[in-house]
């Protein structure tokens, strides 16, 4: 019996180890020949390449969406009988008329209805489709990526819904793949213009208020995307609407978030890339009302304030730092590091230092940077391969110091990650900590051809040294470090206490910047120089209270009450003498009752 037990441990924990390590996170959403910002209606070739053609007895009838190479999503509305006899599906295809050298064909063997459909009320308008043979990805066959649970699509969102769907209701299919841009539509509007009832939390709407842009019959079944990053996200799978592009009816869609339970239950391998979309601002939906629709809830009860953010807490489990030399990280070793990533590729390394801002070097910045071509993932272990703890967020502002010599940017995130044992913000040295000389200190990055075929993050230990012929006060001294291309914009971290500070930023130092050495030997090589100086973050302290506000503070300075100041830190010498103060009463309160 032991034995059997033991058996049936390891057959589950391949299973499990199997559908992480082949999760569609490392290829879902990305299209590389989607270049647009906005569109007209005819698809460029290749621009949507998860869009599948559902065909029967050689009829389109409805789309649908490739989530894995043998997986298509669509609504259950589009089978009335679960017969795959004479069904066909089409992906790479761009035209109805003659065939096309990127598209392949499947035919199907399985038809999934989600159980709770309701043809009626048209909840849960969700199926699979099993195809007949996996397929090859290609530039024009794709997986998407699928909205998370958790994700928030404010009222506004820019969203694009694709198929070959009528262009007016009542009219005839489209030969060529149209696109629609239109913006979401908050559920509670949605319930307003519809019926107080009719949109449940299973659903998502969206649509101009005007009209004139939505999607139509033969588009049921295909995708509405929104784009986080680089990548393309499924929000919702077209269901049902109130005639086509009238004002006031937006489209209704299947909300895809909310069955990722029973899409990873229905697919035992392979499983579809689930990703958390964040939106940006406030939800200005909450504020909608009209006669019948329950007042948005809120709570009687006591509440106690959230715990405040700090810094420098890293997972004693996933950070056990001892060791000599550089070697490869593992998952959450340092959680505030950020790769900086400039239309998809590593450019950088940076850190989080505050709920919603990432700093690196400026270096890594022309002198007026285009903030919508950058984005940050956090999280992130490999370049290349899966990273299951990972988020990708839109940069929406990049602001740089402007001092003589050496400068640092902070990067505003378009939302504020979840913060988990693999997401934290780092402390920012403000000059009130002292690492002195012989302090073991780490750098880690993305050292360009670094990390084995995966680039997996490295790290490197160092120690502080006496700083000989620069200024001890602006600048930090270390051992060799050797930096490559892509390491600029991380951190020197050093550990005091139980939190981790951020010492500098890494780049190229200023001696040899002074001398005229190229950037791009410095890449290649170790520095030639015994120490390594570095500009210490306290010489931007102006610029960064300016631009990122209260500053955070780590775990053992954290007060239960903020100051009168408004500062969340409290002084360990303060807080020691008033533990002193309050034994002295305690023993003279002893002795005089004595």
Same mark, same amino acid.
């Given at each position: 019996?032991e034995?059997?037990?033991a058996?049936?441990?390891?057959?589950?924990?391949?299973?499990?180890?199997?559908?992480?390590?082949? *999760?569609?996170l490392?290829? &879902? /959403?990305? @299209?590389?020949? %989607?270049t647009?910002? #906005?569109g007209?209606q005819n698809?460029?070739?290749g621009s949507?390449p998860w869009q599948?053609?559902?065909?029967? *007895?050689?009829?389109?009838? &409805? /789309?649908? @969406?490739?989530? %894995?190479?043998?997986w #298509?999503?669509?609504a259950?509305?589009?089978?009335p009988?679960t017969?795959t006899?004479n069904?066909m599906?089409?992906?790479g295809?761009?035209?109805?008329?003659g @065939?096309?050298? %990127?598209?392949v064909s499947r035919?199907?063997?399985?038809?999934?209805?989600?159980?709770k459909?309701?043809?009626?009320?048209?909840?849960?308008?969700?199926c699979?489709l099993?195809?007949? @043979?996996?397929?090859?990805?290609?530039?024009?066959i794709?997986?998407?990526?699928?909205a998370a649970?958790?994700?928030s699509f404010?009222?506004?969102?820019?969203s694009w819904?694709?198929g070959?769907?009528t262009?007016?209701s009542?009219?005839?299919?489209s030969?060529?793949?149209?696109e629609?841009?239109?913006?979401?539509?908050?559920n509670r509007?949605?319930?307003?213009n519809?019926?107080?009832?009719s949109?449940?939390?299973?659903?998502i709407c969206?649509g101009?208020s005007?009209?004139?842009?939505?999607?139509?019959?033969?588009?049921?079944?295909?995708?509405?995307?929104?784009k986080?990053?680089t990548r393309?996200?499924?929000s919702?799978?077209?269901?049902f609407g109130?005639?086509?592009?009238?004002?006031?009816f937006?489209?209704?869609?299947?909300?895809?978030s909310?069955?990722?339970t029973?899409?990873?239950?229905?697919?035992?391998?392979d499983?579809p890339?689930f990703i958390t979309f964040?939106?940006?601002?406030?939800?200005?939906?909450?504020?909608v009302?009209?006669?019948?629709?329950?007042?948005?809830?809120?709570?009687t009860?006591p509440?106690?304030?959230?715990?405040?953010?700090?810094c420098?807490s890293?997972?004693?489990?996933?950070?056990s730092?001892i060791?000599?030399?550089?070697?490869?990280?593992?998952?959450?070793s340092?959680p505030?590091i950020?790769s900086?990533?400039?239309?998809?590729?590593?450019v950088?390394?940076?850190?989080l230092?505050?709920?919603?801002?990432?700093?690196?070097?400026a270096?890594?910045?022309?002198?007026?940077?285009?903030?919508s071509?950058?984005?940050?993932?956090?999280?992130?272990?490999?370049?290349?391969g899966?990273?299951?703890?990972?988020v990708t967020?839109?940069v929406?502002?990049?602001t740089?110091?402007?001092?003589?010599g050496?400068?640092?940017?902070?990067?505003?995130l378009?939302?504020?990650?979840?913060?988990?044992?693999?997401?934290q913000?780092?402390?920012v040295?403000?000059g009130?900590?002292?690492f002195?000389?012989?302090?073991?200190?780490?750098?880690?990055g993305?050292?360009?051809?670094?990390?084995?075929?995966?680039?997996?993050?490295?790290e490197?230990?160092?120690?502080?040294?006496e700083?000989?012929?620069?200024?001890s006060s602006?600048?930090?001294?270390?051992?060799p470090?050797t930096?490559?291309?892509?390491?600029?914009?991380?951190?020197?971290?050093c550990?005091?206490g139980n939190?981790w500070f951020?010492?500098?930023v890494?780049t190229?130092?200023?001696?040899?910047?002074?001398n005229?050495?190229?950037?791009?030997?410095?890449?290649?090589s170790p520095?030639?120089?015994p120490?390594q100086?570095?500009?210490k973050?306290?010489r931007?302290?102006?610029?960064l209270?300016?631009?990122l506000?209260?500053?955070?503070?780590p775990?053992n300075?954290?007060?239960?009450?903020p100051?009168?100041?408004?500062s969340?830190g409290?002084s360990?010498?303060?807080?020691?003498?008033?533990?002193?103060?309050?034994?002295?009463?305690s023993?003279?309160?002893?002795?005089?009752?004595g």
């Amino acid at each position: 019996m032991e034995v059997y037990k033991a058996l049936c441990l390891v057959t589950l924990l391949v299973a499990l180890f199997s559908k992480v390590s082949h *999760s569609q996170l490392n290829v &879902c /959403g990305i @299209s590389p020949l %989607n270049t647009r910002i #906005v569109g007209g209606q005819n698809a460029p070739p290749g621009s949507w390449p998860w869009q599948a053609s559902l065909q029967k *007895s050689g009829s389109l009838f &409805c /789309g649908g @969406s490739l989530i %894995n190479k043998e997986w #298509v999503l669509t609504a259950a509305h589009c089978f009335p009988s679960t017969s795959t006899s004479n069904l066909m599906v089409y992906l790479g295809r761009q035209s109805q008329q003659g @065939s096309s050298l %990127n598209e392949v064909s499947r035919t199907v063997t399985q038809i999934i209805l989600h159980p709770k459909y309701n043809s009626k009320t048209s909840d849960n308008d969700m199926c699979l489709l099993k195809l007949s @043979s996996p397929v090859t990805f290609t530039n024009y066959i794709r997986p998407v990526c699928l909205a998370a649970p958790g994700s928030s699509f404010y009222a506004g969102t820019t969203s694009w819904v694709t198929g070959w769907g009528t262009t007016s209701s009542g009219g005839s299919v489209s030969q060529i793949l149209q696109e629609v841009n239109v913006p979401v539509v908050g559920n509670r509007k949605c319930n307003c213009n519809y019926g107080v009832g009719s949109i449940t939390d299973n659903m998502i709407c969206a649509g101009l208020s005007a009209g004139g842009k939505d999607s139509c019959q033969g588009d049921s079944g295909g995708p509405i995307v929104s784009k986080q990053g680089t990548r393309w996200i499924q929000s919702g799978v077209v269901s049902f609407g109130h005639g086509c592009a009238l004002a006031n009816f937006p489209g209704v869609y299947a909300r895809v978030s909310q069955y990722q339970t029973w899409i990873n239950s229905q697919i035992s391998s392979d499983q579809p890339g689930f990703i958390t979309f964040s939106s940006f601002g406030t939800n200005s939906d909450l504020s909608v009302t009209c006669t019948g629709l329950p007042s948005v809830r809120t709570t009687t009860t006591p509440t106690t304030t959230p715990a405040p953010v700090v810094c420098g807490s890293a997972s004693a489990f996933l950070n056990s730092r001892i060791g000599e030399g550089s070697s490869l990280v593992t998952a959450g070793s340092w959680p505030w590091i950020a790769s900086l990533q400039k239309n998809g590729a590593h450019v950088c390394g940076g850190t989080l230092v505050a709920v919603d801002s990432v700093m690196s070097d400026a270096s890594c910045f022309s002198s007026q940077p285009n903030a919508s071509q950058w984005t940050v993932i956090l999280g992130r272990l490999k370049q290349n391969g899966s990273n299951p703890n990972e988020v990708t967020l839109n940069v929406i502002n990049i602001t740089m110091s402007n001092l003589t010599g050496h400068n640092v940017a902070i990067l505003r995130l378009a939302s504020q990650p979840k913060l988990s044992n693999y997401i934290q913000p780092i402390c920012v040295d403000q000059g009130t900590s002292t690492f002195s000389t012989g302090t073991k200190c780490w750098v880690a990055g993305w050292g360009t051809g670094q990390g084995g075929a995966e680039q997996v993050l490295q790290e490197f230990q160092t120690s502080v040294v006496e700083c000989v012929n620069v200024s001890s006060s602006d600048n930090i001294c270390t051992g060799p470090v050797t930096l490559l291309q892509g390491d600029v914009g991380g951190p020197l971290m050093c550990k005091q206490g139980n939190s981790w500070f951020q010492t500098a930023v890494l780049t190229f130092d200023s001696s040899s910047n002074a001398n005229s050495t190229s950037k791009a030997r410095l890449s290649r090589s170790p520095r030639a120089s015994p120490n390594q100086v570095f500009t210490k973050t306290s010489r931007f302290m102006d610029f960064l209270r300016t631009t990122l506000g209260t500053l955070l503070f780590p775990a053992n300075t954290i007060s239960t009450t903020p100051s009168a100041g408004g500062s969340i830190g409290a002084s360990p010498a303060n807080s020691s003498f008033f533990l002193f103060l309050v034994l002295l009463f305690s023993l003279s309160s002893v002795l005089l009752l004595g």
